[in-house]
């Protein structure tokens, strides 16, 4: 047994996720959690070609549906989900049924709410194929769609009976989408964990080069942090929302230039910096730590400048819309040290404007 | 104070029904149950000009959004509820909003669908202006929308905060859709409630006529029915099934017919004899209690014959994809006895057969 198993638990919904390589073929492991006699497997059309078949394998002796969804974010649509519904419904999918998500966040997103919302709920399991949503979407059970009004508006909360992180399927994921999910592994670092971010600026090569062990942990720790205030606080009413550390930002920037401009991950990373820039003009973090945070994305190729043609009035409007927004009230999650984040509506109007007019945020005048 | 209040008690979801005159009016006792600062309120073209003006009277002081869809079952889907969003990004609504249903069930499924998935949740309150959604959406939590290939096949399971069961609504309700919604009250005595069902056969013209006393009574002790079947079984794994007596069949009609054609209670009251039907033929009832089903619904001008258009496949073809279909086996709701349904797959397939091909269900041959 060359995996690990964590489990997540969430009162009556627990569940486990594996990590470790040659998930994908372990039909033994996977077909424990299917309760009934049909799947649906829902990929996309960069995924399929690399695992839909040896996913196919492992489900030997249930009977096997696919659909093959096109690969993006800008497909991550209430229409996309309603095609779904159609497949079920046209292949005739009781309720029995288990949904299987196999590609990244988008199609774990997509198929976690066509999961909760099929004949109001059904099972489904993540085969999670990119680092980001291995960090990310198998932990906490946010699934959901894109508006065109704003990103992840419509959705459910669904948690999976189980999660397989097959460290394989990194192998033949761009670098560029690497380094994305690298920036969410940062986040657990940067909002409760200084540990993690110390062994991250030690180790984030590692990561960045496949190595098993170091992504191993990178992964089970990233999950492990996730888990513990995502058990804190299941239905983000508070704590939670720490783990949107740069997405307000990240968010804002997704929306004005056009979905698949930048991945979510590249955005989060500028946003994280933002964060950080805002933190250290409020003086909480001192200027070195900022550049500590800045460096550790340029290890791994991420951006951290904002984008040239984003004024401050674009990120307001985008943010404004933005569900961390009370009762219009705009709230951010900034630094209160280096290591531990916190949730502000306090801070000063001035240096928000100072930060989001910034566009090299080494520059501080 | 003139109204009854019934608990559904829902483990960490419960909520308060409250059933009687004037409660549109009663600003007070409704905005006890809006957390935030902001509303939408959701209604239809025919319950606008009736009720819109007094409800937003009684939430004076909140800031009140409004949106009226067109009426009819025909407009039950995802689109429509898109819409919803469309409008909630719009005006910028946040988490804290809450949602208002005023309207009939069409309105209920699609506003608690849309609470349920608006950022994955926000606060939603029920008022039901017709006695099919007053004794029927206001307990259980189903919400949801219909698909092209099968009735309410989309949704998810979202409690209110409240329900407020104005009887005076059902003034302006026609008497076609108070009897459907009678179809349903004789439902809830017919599965578990043999007295009731017995008080029905004394009082039915008394609900039809709409004596304050009778109605509250008839609306009281249908919601007790179905939150203690509910309570038993809120995920609808088991006994929940019950609640869909003559609902596979009626589905059936529905979809075959197209929407709209007949009333979803007038539907099911003929599922209803069909299961009856059924129910004699596997030696369950007699004949003289089938009679008495018929006779009830026939004194509330129901239909009680099958639509004359239906073959025995097109019933077969339509009941196939309903969610009451357990992995390809048709599982049906048949009486055990009177006042007590089950849920059956082991009747005898041929008389099925001879019920799906009767029109008049007083014949047997």
Chains 1, 2 share one sequence.
């Not at 997509?110 to 099972?123: E, I, K, L, N, P």
């Not at 030690?202 to 170091?214: A, Q």
């Not at 994280?272 to 190729?301: C, N, P, Q, W």
Request: proline share 2%.
């Amino acid at each position: 047994m060359n995996y690990q198993t964590l489990k997540v638990d969430l009162a009556d919904r627990s569940y486990p996720i594996f990590i470790g390589p040659d998930l994908i073929t372990n039909s033994k492991l996977i077909q424990k959690y299917i309760s009934g006699k049909k799947v649906l497997i829902v990929t996309n059309e960069t995924v399929a070609p690399l695992y839909l078949d040896i996913l196919k394998n492992s489900l030997e002796g249930l009977e096997i549906d696919q659909i093959i969804l096109p690969d993006g974010e800008q497909f991550k649509t209430l229409d996309t989900v309603n095609s779904i519904f159609t497949h079920l419904l046209e292949n005739k999918h009781s309720r029995k049924t288990t949904l299987i998500a196999l590609g990244g966040g988008v199609i774990g997103d997509m198929t976690g709410f066509a999961a909760a919302s099929y004949q109001r709920g059904v099972d489904f399991i993540q085969i999670p194929t990119t680092l980001l949503s291995q960090v990310d979407s198998s932990v906490g059970g946010k699934t959901g769609v894109n508006h065109k009004l704003g990103k992840n508006m419509i959705g459910a909360f669904k948690q999976p009976k189980a999660v397989f992180t097959d460290t394989n399927t990194l192998k033949t994921l761009p670098k560029k989408e690497l380094a994305a999910g690298i920036s969410e592994v940062v986040k657990y670092g940067l909002i409760i964990d200084y540990l993690f971010f110390e062994w991250l600026e030690k180790n984030i090569e590692g990561i960045y080069e496949l190595d098993e062990k170091t992504i191993q942990y990178a992964i089970k720790q990233s999950c492990l942090v996730k888990a513990d205030v995502v058990n804190q606080d299941e239905l983000e009413a508070g704590v939670r929302a720490l783990l949107n550390l740069g997405h307000t930002f990240g968010h804002a920037i997704e929306t004005a230039l056009g979905y698949g401009k930048y991945l979510h991950g590249e955005a989060v990373a500028i946003g994280t910096v933002m964060a950080s820039y805002l933190s250290v003009l409020e003086g909480k973090i001192s200027y070195a730590d900022h550049i500590r945070i800045i460096e550790l994305f340029e290890r791994v190729d991420l951006p951290v400048l904002a984008p040239e043609s984003m004024t401050a009035d674009d990120f307001i409007e985008k943010m404004s819309v933005d569900k961390k927004v009370l009762d219009g009230k705009l709230r951010l999650v900034l630094f209160e040290k280096m290591g531990e984040a916190i949730i502000s509506d306090s801070f000063d109007q001035e240096k928000l404007i100072q930060t989001l007019n910034t566009k090299n945020f080494r520059n501080f005048s």
